[in-house]
């Protein structure tokens, strides 16, 4: 009897659904619980302030050291006899789409200088601009076949159409030449696309194949004798924007521009922004370690910083006029009772 009542309990404890105690389990782990006196919270925000301001000052001065030419030539690449259709005038093919414009630099343009294009108006980021596209498409060319979510440009006279998707239909296909004194200044489009999607996303084996073939021609045509993976404007094109505002790399020029040198630029105005109320911009720039010009990252730390010592500088006013005891922390619950916090 003995033996089988223990073989019993010794089962019935080996199956009970009670947890193995550890203080994890059990909440009783060591934790820190700051009191926010009024000395810790005016001095948090003193060291806030004090840290954020010199970085929003420093970043606010790498950006006014970058130097940046924009100009919007949408409109003044327009002839005037097509002042007042300009849609006609981007979709006839038979208008000349050649126009001249003049830079100039006010200030030393240290090479690199980056090339940009800005779109204004165009959402990228819509729902279904963004999905039409397939990337095992891109990737592999046993897949070229595979045109799913494509639509509507997806096969062309009932082929493939290599790559398929709005996206790549609408690729911006404005060119620009640059001459500075009647010289031509070389563009390098080496390496302006992301070396992880020339890697990972477009494959080497895939060629363009029923590439703007249709009947509606939506942006530039891509040479089929190359493949996805060196086809660094289409790549740089396919990584859609966030914002209806943005800027893509077109180029880099590997020279140095001087102070007030004038910048002749050569522009095919070929891409319509036209139908749907959009602007073009080109954008020469200069980096800095921050990047690009930027002033918003200093203004907003100058603005969080000043902010922090404002409120430091009220608190101590307050604490100073209208000083206020603190209470007893004994008298907390969990003082009063550390072990279950009972009230």
Known sequence: MKGRRSSSDSSSSSKTKKPQYSKFTQQELSACKPILTPGYVIGIFIIVGVVFIPVGIISLLASENVVEIVDRYDEGCIPPNYSDDMLAYIQNSDTNKTCTRSLKATKLMKSPVYIYYQLDNFYQNHRRYVKSRNDKQLWSKKHEDDTKNCAPEATSNGLSIVPCGLIAWSLFNDSYG????????????????????????????????????????????????????????LIVWMRTAALPTFRKLYGRIESDIQANDSVTVIIENNYNTYSFGGKKKLVLSTTTWIGGKNDFLGIAYITVGG?????????????????????????????????GHQI
């Not at 608190?315 to 009063?336: E, Q």
């Open 307 to 339: 902010l922090c010592l404002f409120l430091a500088t009220s608190f101590i006013l307050v604490y100073v006029v209208m000083p206020r005891p603190l209470g007893d922390p004994a008298f907390l619950s969990w003082n009063r009772h550390p072990a």
């Open 178 to 233: 640059f001459s500075i004194k009647n010289k031509m200044v070389k563009v390098s489009k080496k390496n302006i696309a992301w070396e992880s999607d020339k890697k990972h996303k477009f494959g080497s084996d895939v060629y363009p194949k029923n590439f703007q073939n249709g009947v509606l021609i939506g942006g530039g045509k891509l040479n089929s004798s190359i493949p996805l993976s060196k086809q660094e404007d």
